[in-house]
């Protein structure tokens, strides 16, 4: 079966995240889809509980849409090549395919063990608005069969952020049609990010 991995800090998850999910199972190969929330953030940002975010995350599942905690399981740093090793030892059955937004290929050479990751994972390609997929330009294009680009697809995950969705809990302002209702209300009883 061939899964892509939606990884993040799912701080809090969105609509945007379910948005992507959707369409990589429209427009590719994929089978599933695996939410895969990270233990700490990579550059040591600061992130709700993660009991929180697991519980949040979960919200978005559905038959097609899995919650994987693999990276919170294992306690890992981030790294993704580390992810990708766990999963493909337990899961050998499967094929994996890792998402990654458009606006992730300038700094792809920033990442750790990125060298590895390259040579043993493929990726999806999310379009973001204002980031061209040009995989010349970052000095990727030597490998350009591991990046598929999900052509056209009918909703770009643009301006639907975590981070602003955050600032608009602390000023006060509603987050309606930027999360699930459930996950809304979840905030809002934990009273978190406020």
Known sequence: MNIAI????F????????????????FT???????????????????????????MTKMLADNKIKYCGE???HQLSGNTFDLMVILKKQYPQ??????????????????GSWEKLITTTDFLVFPRPRFEYNLKKYDLDNKAYKFQLIRNPLLIYSNIS????????KLGLSIDCLVPEKVKEYIEKNRLYT
């Not at 939606?6 to 800090?9: R, Y």
């Not at 190969?29 to 709700?48: D, G, I, R």
Request: some cysteine; proline content about 5%.
């Open 162 to 169: 975590s981070t602003n969705i955050r600032k608009r809990l």
């Open 71 to 73: 990276e919170i399981n």
């Open 6 to 9: 939606l990884g993040g800090a």
């Open 29 to 55: 190969a994929t089978s599933e889809v695996w939410l895969t929330p990270c233990y700490q953030h990579t550059f040591q940002k600061s992130l709700a509980p993660l009991n929180h975010r697991i519980t």
């Open 94 to 111: 499967h094929h994996f395919y890792f998402i990654i937004g458009s606006d992730n290929l300038k700094d792809f050479k920033k990442w």
């Open 11 to 26: 701080n809090p998850p969105h609509l945007g995240h379910g948005l992507i999910a959707k369409q990589i199972l429209d």
